[in-house]
């Protein structure tokens, strides 16, 4: 095993770096950049680093090692808290690569290290990747949780209660001669519905764990010049939108980021909805029906007159007349905003709160996180059904039991405990070269 080193901390000029060493060297690497052995586990030092080939003095800084297996890789790891600035670092890392048996650290690989040495499941390391992400407050609630172990530690359960019932079923099986009980399969039946109602409800869920990692997608939608660009605008708090008095001006999906309530939400301006001038212009309006069709929420924004046309509304929409300013009557059940002087966007930004909070925030119980995990889950549950289905017909058990098995691999590849190599490349890629 070769032992790698990386700066941990983020690129560029700054007060301190970290740079972090992992692996059977670690020892013999802190000797030659310190001429010192690396001390107690767990202890800063005030260490000076210099270069093992010159002894010419590189950086004055903090040396931490961490014995293993009681580190973040379950490694000998040492980290190096030196002075930020970009000579500096590019010395130290110098130095480290002169030395034998160390290399560069590929994106991801000291968690994968973690992993392989079963510090950290899969949803733990996944969990860490959200947290690094994490934009609000909301995600980092979620990212935590996950990282903690919380969602590892539910599918554990679970797998744990159904190696126990598969245990029993096959003990049925392999020793029908023994003074084993008879009917120990069927018996199985309560408790396997009771797992699958649990993985159930788990999977019913609207996907808000996933939209909270991913954000909440906010389509602002209505006919050209209601002032969805000027919402925009206020709303993002910048000038990210151009704002014109002509029609049309809007030809494609303009994005911008928000934090509503801890929730990350991507707030989408569209094309005005009309009878299209020409081709760029149909193009702009197909896509912004596209997009409000497939919005979290949409914000249906008209123009005062007649109580606003709000043929394109659907359930579940927020309503909302602009140009206040101008005058005009605001239908009941509608907000009434102005985006040129803000009149009403307190309102409209406690709406926003109050719906993407709500149906979003981070609950009390882990929730499914990635689209892989779901589709363990499926799996697991197909497979409940199967072997439910075959007990209660009290067909062949070894099929049953055969189910049964196939349900564990399924809530074990989630966590990593069985045929994951495919998908470790997948999950490590992402990740920053230090961690």
């Not at 497939?294 to 309503?319: H, N, T």
């Amino acid at each position: 095993m070769e032992t790698i080193y990386a700066l941990s901390t983020a690129a560029g000029r700054a007060g301190i770096a970290v740079l972090r060493l992992s692996g059977p060297r670690v020892r013999e690497a802190v000797f030659a950049l310190t001429g010192e052995g690396p001390g107690p586990a767990r202890e800063v030092r005030l260490s000076r680093f210099r270069d093992p080939q010159t002894q010419a003095p590189l950086d004055r800084g903090l040396l931490l090692f961490f014995e293993g297996p009681a580190s973040f890789t379950g490694e000998d790891v040492a980290e190096f808290h030196i002075h930020g600035g970009r000579a500096v670092v590019a010395a130290m890392l110098r130095a480290l690569s002169a030395l034998p048996g160390l290399r560069a650290a590929a994106p991801g690989e000291f968690t994968r290290r973690a992993f392989e040495n079963g510090k950290l499941d899969l949803t733990e390391v996944e969990g860490l990747a959200d947290l690094i992400d994490a934009e609000t407050e909301a995600q980092r609630v979620q990212a935590l949780r996950q990282m903690e172990g919380a969602l590892g530690q539910l599918y554990e359960g679970w797998r744990a209660r159904l190696i126990r019932a598969l245990a029993y079923a096959e003990a049925e099986i392999d020793f029908p001669d023994e003074d084993v009980p008879g009917g120990l399969t069927r018996k199985l039946l309560p408790e396997i519905e009771a797992l699958a109602a649990e993985i159930a409800a788990h999977l019913d869920d609207g996907r808000k764990g996933e939209r909270l990692r991913d954000g909440v997608e906010v389509a602002i939608i209505g006919p050209p010049n209601a002032g969805k660009s000027s919402l925009l605008n206020r709303l993002a708090g910048r000038e990210a939108a151009i704002v014109s008095e002509e029609a049309g001006t809007t030809r494609d999906v303009l994005e911008v980021r928000l934090d509503l309530g801890g929730v990350p939400v991507t707030l989408a301006d569209t094309a005005g909805l009309r009878e299209a001038a020409g081709a760029v212009e149909r193009e702009g309006v197909r896509r912004a029906l596209a997009r409000a069709e497939a919005a979290d929420l949409r914000l249906v924004i008209a123009a005062p007159g007649a109580g606003g046309d709000f043929s394109l509304a659907r359930e579940g929409d927020i309503r909302i007349v602009n140009k206040l300013d101008l005058g005009g009557d605001v239908p009941p059940g509608v907000l009434g905003v102005s985006a040129l002087t803000g009149q009403g966007l307190d309102r409209l930004e406690a709406a926003l709160r109050e719906r993407v909070g709500a149906a979003y925030e981070a609950r009390e119980h882990p929730m499914i996180t990635r689209a892989r995990h779901r589709e363990g889950l499926g799996d697991c549950a197909a497979s409940f059904a199967r072997a439910g289905e075959a007990l209660k017909a009290e067909r062949d058990a070894e099929l049953a039991a055969e189910d049964l098995r196939l349900a564990a691999r399924a809530l074990g590849r989630i966590t990593g405990r069985v045929d994951v190599e495919d998908l470790l490349d997948v999950i490590f890629r992402d990740f920053c070269i230090g961690k």
